[in-house]
């Protein structure tokens, strides 16, 4: 597959509330960046780059760092999410490391209609893109507010975190379409067949 396949191919999901979050989101249900296109198909779908960014010159090492990066936010959230106060040392440095380096430069440059669209400065490098990411990480597990609405999906095996932003803090889906569809669904047919036994 070309690595400008878009990211429906994969089956990603943008729902999460934040880019840090939509990374975790890419273990379920099986893993999503075990190869150089989804990873593509990713960073484009998440809105790290503008669309229509080449990501050409990207390598196989790239898939490798954006798992390993995953692999800390998710310990640092899921600690979070479980009330662990034990310092997680060696996944927040890494996070710390990472998010040292500087992210995408964007630039505003006029599109074919004269209106201003965002570029790149350059091609994106793999460093920039997971410093873009571990800084989401970073503003989300230092921000009370934002931390506060983190949230592990009600849904039967999910495992995907994400921010609750709704009025009153009562959203218990990942995503009403997926798992709060499956809930509604389960619960339909649970009704039905009280009603025939």
Not at 181 to 191: G, I, L, S
Request: hydrophobic share 40%.
């Amino acid at each position: 597959m070309a690595l400008g396949t878009p990211p429906s191919t994969y089956d990603l999901r943008f729902d999460a509330g934040r880019i840090c979050l939509d990374l975790l989101a890419t273990t379920h249900p099986l893993e999503r960046l075990d190869a150089l296109p989804p990873l593509c198909a990713w960073i484009a779908g998440s809105g790290l780059v503008p669309p229509g960014t080449p990501l050409s010159h990207a390598d196989p090492s790239w898939p490798i760092a954006f798992r390993e990066l995953r692999g800390s936010v998710g310990r640092l959230v899921h600690a979070w999410l479980s009330g662990d106060v034990r310092p997680h040392d060696l996944a927040l440095a890494h996070v710390n490391d990472v998010a040292r380096a500087a992210p995408p430069a964007p630039r505003a440059v006029r599109g074919e209609d004269g209106t201003l669209v965002r570029r790149l400065d350059g091609p994106p490098q793999c460093a920039a893109l997971l410093a873009a990411v571990a800084r989401d990480a970073v503003e989300l597990l230092t921000d009370p507010a934002a931390r506060a609405g983190l949230r592990q999906c009600a849904g039967d095996n999910c495992p995907i975190v994400y921010v609750d932003t709704s009025r009153g803090r009562r959203r218990r889906w990942c995503s009403s379409e997926v798992c709060g569809n499956r809930e509604r669904v389960a619960r339909h047919r649970k009704r039905a067949a009280l009603t025939r036994a």
